[in-house]
């Protein structure tokens, strides 16, 4: 079919630069390009060589059209590629269209289709010219193999100059929107602090924790418990924020609890409340925690924490929706929806009868395990970028460093123990020391007491006993904080660890320490 390349331009242009939002813009596009050839998806990308990834910022189809901000990691082949594509960019200009008619020859095409759930696919796809950006573009695909032709590279090269100033209009816009959502940013961080939401955003819902946020979506329209579990810093209480923010409760209560910061003498009045007089210094009556919870959700973190007499009255409140507060005797009636958090084999505990089984069958309707970080390291260069932006922001870093070549490669090959609270300390520590610089993190490991205490041990002598490593540790770590074992600066927080667990294992090691009296 001859095509008049004025009349396909003009109205190819109309279509792409005659909406405000890029997304319409796109859609309109693709029906029109879909009379002369092929196409089911239509993308707008940004290659980001600092975090060595692909960022989609909007997407078309012909049933629906959006703006996203959907990172693809690169793995080794992808980044080799791009790498070479990247540095003849920078030299000359890129070939205006590119067909692609199997992606098994191309490792970037493969995971662009892979993140769209389109394995057999064509792809045209077309570099654009962008001011002050290192590599933007668009392309279209259909699915199949071998759908396009030479014809088709030349017509998509015709719109190159209409989309590279649809895409420079979007980035500015983009821009606009950044600056709107910094001075927006105050008072959202205060609303938080009133409610108590956690802030932080699910990073690698697309892709490390997809079928996390499968089972989030299927859980927040019902009422059940949920049991979230895994490792200490993995972001439970982040997902517990996404459940009772996506669900019909989300304009009432949200409080969160952990378990193993109150002292065990506390917690039923803690938890459940008092009536004045119940005890000693109950000067007043006090509302707890699940009464303060009512009509929301209550988030009980490090739920294996929880002494056996508070076990069996959060029993009592699954089971017939009702609370006594301590030194009371009226029945409270509540609807509240729990979500339980623990870093523990609870199954296990129910067979050491550490965990009453009847509480574990309550909370376990609909368990969510969240993947620690080593086992998810697609999302490392997408976290990486969120907590230099956000610890910038907190520690006024005017202008957020950049990461140096060979920096996620370090990050990617480190075994992460602390998960994703460990990377934002991790990042957090770079921004201090040097911010001026491309970020390296050259130096992550061991910390410097572990450090200190693998230089102790003598290959060609018999090594301690583990139980004496560990009393010498923890002995060490209440000298240096005067034996305070609770709360900021204690040796439970140096140590990472529950206060209630590092006392579990003082009485375990007979280690007693009183924390001594300044004069």
């Avoid at 078309?60 to 080794?76: L, W, Y």
């Avoid at 590599?135 to 071998?146: H, P, T």
């Avoid at 007499?309 to 507060?325: K, S, T």
Wanted: proline share 5%.
């Amino acid at each position: 079919m001859m095509v008049n390349e004025n009349e396909f331009f003009r109205q190819a242009t109309l279509r792409i630069c005659g909406h405000l939002d890029i997304e319409q813009g796109m859609q309109a596009c693709l029906i029109y390009l879909s009379s002369f050839m092929p196409v089911d998806l239509m993308c707008l990308e940004i290659y980001e060589p600092d975090i060595e990834s692909l960022r989609i910022i909007a997407k078309a189809t012909h049933s629906e059209c959006q703006r996203v901000d959907m990172v693809i990691p690169m793995n080794q082949k992808a980044k080799a590629l791009m790498e070479k594509i990247y540095k003849k960019f920078k030299i000359s200009s890129w070939p205006d269209a590119v067909i692609i008619n199997d992606p098994d020859t191309d490792p970037i095409a493969q995971l662009i289709l892979k993140a769209f759930d389109e394995l057999d696919a064509s792809i045209v796809h077309m570099a654009l010219e962008t001011k002050d950006r290192p590599l933007c573009s668009m392309f279209v695909a259909a699915r199949g193999k071998n759908r396009y032709s030479d014809e088709d590279s030349r017509l998509i090269s015709l719109l190159k100059e209409p989309f590279s100033v649809a895409m420079s209009n979007t980035l500015k816009h983009h821009e606009i929107l950044h600056l709107k959502e910094l001075l927006a940013d105050d008072n959202r961080f205060l609303q938080r602090q009133l409610f108590g939401i956690s802030g932080d955003q699910i990073i690698g819902a697309d892709f490390g924790l997809k079928k996390v946020m499968e089972l989030v979506r299927q859980v927040t329209a019902h009422d059940s418990p949920v049991l979230l579990l895994g490792e200490t810093g993995v972001g439970k209480d982040v997902i517990a924020n996404a459940i009772h923010y996506s669900s019909a409760r989300k304009d009432q209560p949200f409080i969160a609890v952990n378990c193993g910061a109150i002292p065990e003498n506390l917690m039923d009045s803690e938890l459940f409340g008092h009536e004045k007089g119940a005890f000693t210094g109950a000067a007043t009556q006090k509302r707890g925690r699940f009464e303060r919870a009512d009509n929301g959700t209550i988030f009980l973190d490090e739920i294996g924490e929880l002494p056996p007499q508070a076990q069996i009255r959060l029993l009592r409140v699954l089971q017939n929706g009702e609370i006594e507060r301590v030194g009371g005797t009226k029945q409270i009636s509540l609807n509240i929806r729990v979500i339980a958090a623990t870093n523990k084999n609870l199954e296990e505990m129910v067979m050491a009868g550490q965990f009453r089984e009847d509480l574990w069958f309550r909370l376990n309707v609909f368990p969510i395990y969240i993947p620690p970080l080593r086992e998810r390291k697609e999302d490392i260069p997408a976290l990486v970028r969120h907590f230099i932006a956000k610890k910038s922001r907190e520690l006024k870093v005017p202008v957020p460093p950049k990461l140096a070549p060979g920096a996620i490669d370090r990050l990617s090959t480190y075994n992460w123990p602390g998960n994703v609270r460990e990377m934002e300390n991790v990042v957090e520590r770079a921004l201090i020391v040097n911010h001026r610089e491309p970020l390296r993190f050259e130096n992550i490991g061991l910390h410097p007491q572990q450090k200190k205490l693998e230089k102790r041990f003598d290959l060609n002598e018999s090594p301690p006993r583990y139980n004496e490593v560990v009393s010498s540790y923890i002995h060490q770590i209440l000298v240096t904080t005067n034996g305070k074992i609770y709360g900021p600066g204690g040796a439970a927080e140096l140590m990472g660890i529950n206060p209630s667990t590092l006392r579990s294992k003082m009485k375990k090691l007979g280690i007693s320490y009183e924390r001594k009296k300044s004069k």
